[in-house]
């Protein structure tokens, strides 16, 4: 596997890469890889000839007073995940190799920016987009791998592939869960035994939601009482937000006929863990 730190590295070895391969499949992630972030790489394998992978902690989406500093670095173990995995490239530069001192150009998805986490961590997705976009823009893949786990994220690179005439296809693989339903997450790691016991009500409520939905109750206030019941259970879990919206637009839907993205975000111990489920149309 080779190792690019620099913009112009990764670039070379694209070159080389491209000369041998076909297809390229990118797989974008912030490191402390899970099974999560393997299952990404396992699709690209399936999908493309050649396969990069990126480890960037990215400091344009995280706002004030959010765990930037803390978020869990865990790189050497990575590198040889990925490696074992039949990764080609991986990309892991420094903060100012992709965003230098002046950077002043950044990517807007108006609108659908600003709903669900957008709305409870103002700028994260224009940090999301502006760093993706720029990934896209060194090493133009063919195909770009993202979890189901960041439902708001795929919906908003989705629009801004759309709207920026990107050749690329996002796929969206499905969410890797624990036994028991959490799913799986790098904050995962910030929760005590305690915190994990809790942090399950996520994917019980979401399920319940999944459960009445599949006796035809299609509303979507009573499929969010359904869930918010179950939460309530767990008076440690504080509700970020909890709604039913479209999918593609994240827009609040009134009921889910058409199918709909059940999302749901929480406070759990020191940890903000997000979770969702999509439902078919009826």
């Not at 050649?50 to 790189?75: C, H, M, W």
Request: charged letters at 25%.
């Amino acid at each position: 596997m080779i190792l690019a730190r620099t913009i112009a590295e990764a670039r070379s070895a694209l070159t080389d890469l491209r000369r041998e391969h076909g297809c390229l499949g990118l797989v974008p992630t912030m490191g402390a890889l899970h099974a999560g972030h393997l299952s990404l790489v396992r699709a690209a394998r399936t999908h493309c000839d050649a396969v990069a992978a990126t480890i960037f902690v990215n400091p344009l989406q995280f706002g004030p007073g959010e765990d930037f500093a803390r978020y869990p670095r865990t790189f050497d173990a990575d590198r040889a995940l990925l490696e074992a995995e039949g990764v080609d490239l991986l990309f892991a530069p420094d903060a100012a190799e992709v965003t230098p001192p002046g950077t002043s150009t950044y990517v807007e998805v108006e609108g659908i920016q600003d709903r669900l986490d957008g709305a409870s961590r103002p700028g994260h997705f224009r940090g999301v987009a502006t760093i993706v976009a720029k990934l896209f823009h060194i090493f133009e893949p063919e195909h770009a791998f993202f979890g189901q786990k960041d439902a708001a994220q795929v919906a908003i690179l989705r629009r801004m592939v759309r709207d920026l005439n990107f050749p690329v296809q996002v796929v969206v693989c499905p969410i890797v869960r624990e036994p028991d339903g959490l799913a799986m997450s790098s904050r995962n790691r910030y929760l005590s035994q305690e915190d994990r016991g809790h942090a399950v009500v996520l994917s019980r409520a979401l399920r319940r939601v999944e459960e009445q939905a599949a006796t035809g109750i299609l509303g979507a206030t009573a499929l969010l009482e359904a869930g918010r019941a179950v939460l309530a259970a767990e008076t440690a879990v504080r509700v970020d937000y909890f709604s039913i919206v479209d999918p593609d637009t994240l827009e609040d839907r009134p009921d889910v006929r058409e199918g709909a993205l059940v999302a749901l975000a929480a406070f759990v111990g020191p940890a903000r863990l997000i979770d969702n489920v999509l439902l078919p149309p009826r």
